[in-house]
């Protein structure tokens, strides 16, 4: 169980808007692109099926390569649709694009189209193109605004930025020029409907290329911090302000109620900001006010203007009037007056406003004004718990900011704490997720845990539920690497316990890992009494994390009795191949299944099996592989034992009733045995089973050569598994001969198998006393009679005598074994053996029965020929206690015995 070390606490600020209500440019693009759709040529049916296809499955850089294929062999007339069409996948691709590299990729593939197909350049698809890569800068700009975006992703904004100004202003200008044209002629004479509609979507292709151009004009001049960019900004807003043409926007040239169209109230905005970037503060919140005081002005853009007015009032050093600004905010419905982004955005501008204070003489008043301000919103921060946003504010401005009181405060100071820790612990040169076992890093983790408590005990903790559960999340995780393992534990247990959001679930569940952890390692340090909490813990995260990784790794080392065989498989299974567990876990998921098969039954054990033979295949195949390419010897006899155990296993479940497979079976032998010959054999025991398992194989192919050799090759290693073939073969012909009781093939195989299955069971404890060792030698000797009436086959005679003896001798023998036994004896010509049969079945009978009269005619008849005068003797008490001498036939069969055997003595003959 080795933990994974988590990310630096400060970096996990999440993805922020950057600006509540920013420019929002796509919402601009669809105010200004109404109807601007390109069109698409379908070649043939075939083409617009496929196309449909890739689009359905999202698989856009697919069907761009069935385009640009397309193109190469598309008749010219339709090469400009198919181009567009092109271009209209690219803009999709490089709103996507999430990295420098994707979106350079694209950009490339875009401007290779329009190089290649002039036709196709119209300038929607090049603003299109343009207007993608631009939100990246204006999204990063934003983000280096709140101070969130790092050195790399500005200088990719001020890339983006650069190349994005002249595609936008060549493609308004080359607008404007066309405007131009048709108005000249409108002039002149009234313009026909067709090139009316040219002239109006002239008109907006400029607009829109001049937007994008003033934004990207300004937030270019915003990261390099050039005045003489603003001017340009300005001269690019005027386009939709109303301005003369070229010239910067004027607010007394605003029309009344144009800023009802988000676009220009945009706009506005745009040359507020840049204003404000040309030192002109009073006009950009001149700017502003007309925005807010105009009952049109969107609500998205009304939603902005409080950012941009706190933007522009640091920006200008009016910080008299951002505190009368802020003084007067009005309590939000959650309690805030604002938002998470303004928040830092005020306290991010007030502490990098006071830092740049220090390079020139300010009065004392003004500072502690500025320091005011940062703690309005760094309170709001703190209010809020967002503790992430506190401890970046710390890092870079100065632990001093934040006061010393409060569970927030002191959390951080146990954030920070815990990160100094955790760098020691990476310096050490130890494993970073155990405990660390230096003197100094344990001291670092105790002091991590001692001020991450004391934010605990804050009277304010109860404010913030899901910073109190990570607080203890993190205190327990410091006394953990400290080596504290049962209050680790404890403490992470009780994290675990908190229920929140997304993130809070993903919380809980790594603090119970590491509970769990903990205790698992106090275990293998010697504290048992720890086993009974960490199998409790364990039970928790396979209920509450079923599908993670780790349960995986929970499952493989937990022993069989403490997990459900079912749902633990489902959880292995679902660990994919990339996992570093896929393998273990399968292994385990296959011993797992085995298991289930074993103990269960029904149409739950087939399930079990099929499943089984699945994963174990794959296993086998890997030891299989491990064992003769694995060059350390102890890992390949390692390797070598597994596959051998696995292809028992495997064997087991596919000779079974639930799969009866031999062809697999045989293919699983021939590799078991070719391994075993490589690697120098196996165990005694082993190759008997082995041999046991050909031998299954055989009887399920019903193949009569190879169960005659392969029984022949069982019986030559002796012991358990050859019994096991005998009953094997024994069960085989019994069922055969439900079907063929007359075959003598199937009698003999009943004999042959059986004889030895007797012999066994009569050693067994209980003997003869056993009724299914009574019925086997009772099977077997009615088997071998048969025999021997079918084929005078004495061999088989004398079997069935002598199983009938033991059951005589045991004094189980039943009526068939002593009738049997009578008439056996009789016929290999022992008399008196026939004769004790007789007597001992007549013994057994109520005197009376038909059964008895039989067993005392058979045993008159015997004695008449043993001892005359007894005979005689005995046939006169019959006749007197017997006057009518018995039911037929016996009554009449006695009679002529009687008779003929009174008038052989009276002509003096000896029976």
Not at 404 to 429: C, I, K, N, T
């Amino acid at each position: 169980m080795c933990p994974q070390i988590e990310p630096t606490y400060a970096r996990r600020l999440g993805v922020l808007c950057a600006l509540a209500g920013a420019v929002c440019a796509t919402g601009v693009a669809h105010a200004l692109a109404q109807g601007a759709t390109g069109q698409v040529v379908a070649n043939a049916d075939a083409d617009a099926s496929v196309d449909g296809y890739l689009d359905a499955l999202g698989l856009e850089a697919v069907r761009a390569a069935t385009l640009r294929a397309r193109l190469e062999r598309a008749p010219a007339e339709e090469r400009v649709a198919i181009a567009e069409s092109l271009g209209g996948i690219y803009v999709g691709m490089l709103e996507r694009a999430t990295t420098t590299e994707s979106r350079l990729v694209v950009e490339g593939l875009a401007t290779d189209l329009m190089r290649r197909f002039p036709g196709a350049e119209t300038s929607e698809l090049r603003v299109n193109l343009q207007r993608v890569q631009y939100l990246t800068a204006e999204r990063l700009a934003e983000l280096h605004r709140l101070r969130l975006a790092t050195p790399s992703e500005v200088a990719e904004a001020e890339r983006i930025l650069r190349r994005s100004i002249p595609v936008f202003r060549e493609v308004a200008m080359a607008a404007h020029r066309r405007v131009e044209v048709y108005e000249r002629r409108d002039v002149r004479t009234d313009l026909p409907d067709d090139m009316r509609a040219m002239l109006d979507e002239s008109r907006r292709i400029r607009s829109l290329a001049m937007y994008y151009a003033g934004w990207s004009r300004y937030y270019l001049a915003y990261i390099i911090d050039d005045r003489g960019g603003a001017d340009e900004a300005m001269d690019a807003f005027g386009w939709l302000l109303n301005a003369p043409g070229g010239r910067g926007a004027t607010l007394d040239r605003l029309p009344q109620g144009m800023t009802r169209y988000e676009h220009v109230a945009r706009a506005a905005v745009g040359v507020a900001m840049s204003e404000s970037l040309r030192g002109q503060d009073v006009t950009a919140i001149r700017w502003l006010d007309a925005l807010a005081s105009g009952a049109e002005t969107p609500q998205s853009v009304r939603d902005a203007l409080l950012a941009r007015r706190i933007a522009v009032l640091s920006a200008g050093g009016r910080w008299y009037d951002l505190k009368a600004l802020i003084d007067r905010l009005p309590t939000r419905p959650d309690s805030f007056r604002l938002t998470v982004p303004e928040a830092r955005l005020l306290a991010v501008s007030a502490f990098e406003g006071l830092g740049r204070m220090g390079d020139r003489s300010a009065s004392a008043g003004d500072a502690v004004l500025i320091e005011a301000i940062g703690q309005v919103g760094l309170g709001e921060l703190v209010r809020r718990g967002e503790v992430s946003h506190v401890l970046d504010m710390v890092e870079r401005y100065g632990a001093e900011l934040i006061g010393e009181d409060g569970f927030v405060v002191r959390f951080v100071d146990g954030l920070q704490s815990y990160e100094r820790a955790r760098a020691l612990h990476a310096d050490a040169d130890e494993p970073t997720g155990e405990p660390t076992s230096t003197r100094d890093v344990a001291s670092a983790f105790l002091v991590a845990s001692r001020a991450l408590g004391a934010a605990l005990e804050s009277e304010d903790a109860d404010l913030f539920p899901a910073q109190r559960a990570e607080c203890r999340r993190l205190r327990g995780l410091s006394l953990y690497f400290a080596g504290e393992l049962r209050e680790a534990a404890r403490l992470l247990a009780a994290a675990a316990s908190v229920s929140g959001g997304d993130e809070t679930e993903a919380q809980r569940e790594e603090a119970l890992w590491f509970a769990i952890v903990a205790l698992d390692r106090a275990i293998r340090a010697g504290d048992r009494g720890a086993t009974a909490e960490r199998d409790r813990l364990a039970t928790l995260y396979l209920a509450s994390f079923p599908g993670t990784e780790r349960s995986a790794r929970l499952l493989i080392g937990a022993p069989g009795d403490r997990v459900d065989p079912q749902r633990a498989v489902e959880v292995l299974l679902s660990i994919g191949p990339s996992s570093e567990v896929y393998e273990a876990a399968r292994r385990r998921a296959s011993q797992l299944l085995y298991r289930l098969y074993r103990e269960s039954s029904g149409a739950e054990r087939a399930f079990a099996a099929s499943r089984f033979t699945d994963i174990a295949s794959e296993i086998f195949a890997a030891d299989v592989r491990a064992s003769e390419t694995v060059r350390d010897e102890p890992e390949a006899e390692r390797a070598t034992r597994d596959a051998v155990q696995v292809a028992r296993q495997m064997l087991d479940v596919l000779l079974g009733p639930e799969v009866s497979d031999a062809i697999r079976a045989e293919e699983v032998l021939v590799s078991v045995r070719e391994l075993a010959r490589l690697r120098g054999g196996v165990p005694r025991e082993i190759e008997a089973e082995l041999a046991y398992r050909a031998l299954q194989s055989a009887v399920v192919r019903d193949h009569a050569d190879l169960i005659r050799d392969r029984a022949s090759a069982l019986r030559a290693f002796g012991g358990a598994f050859a019994s096991a073939g005998d009953r094997l073969l024994y069960n085989r012909a019994v069922a055969r001969a439900a079907e063929r009781p007359n075959d003598l093939q199937v009698l003999r195989e009943i004999v042959n198998a059986g004889v030895r299955i007797a012999e066994e069971l009569r050693r067994a404890p209980g003997g003869l006393s056993d009724a299914a060792t009574l019925g086997v030698h009772d099977r077997v000797a009615d088997a071998a009679a048969r025999l021997w009436a079918g084929e005078d086959d004495e061999a088989a005679r004398e079997i069935a005598i002598e199983l009938d003896r033991r059951a005589i001798d045991a004094g189980q023998a039943t009526v068939r074994m002593l009738r049997r036994a009578g008439e056996l004896r009789e016929s290999a010509g022992d008399l008196r053996g026939a004769h004790d049969a007789w007597r001992t079945l007549m013994a057994g009978t109520t005197p009376g029965e038909d059964l008895w009269f039989e067993a005392r005619y058979e045993s008159l008849r015997l004695l008449v020929r043993l001892d005359a005068e007894r005979a005689r003797a005995a046939l006169a008490q019959h006749r007197v206690l017997h006057p009518e001498w018995g039911p037929e036939p016996w009554g009449e069969r006695l009679r002529v015995l009687h008779e003929r055997h009174a008038s052989e003595a009276a002509d003096g003959i000896e029976p």
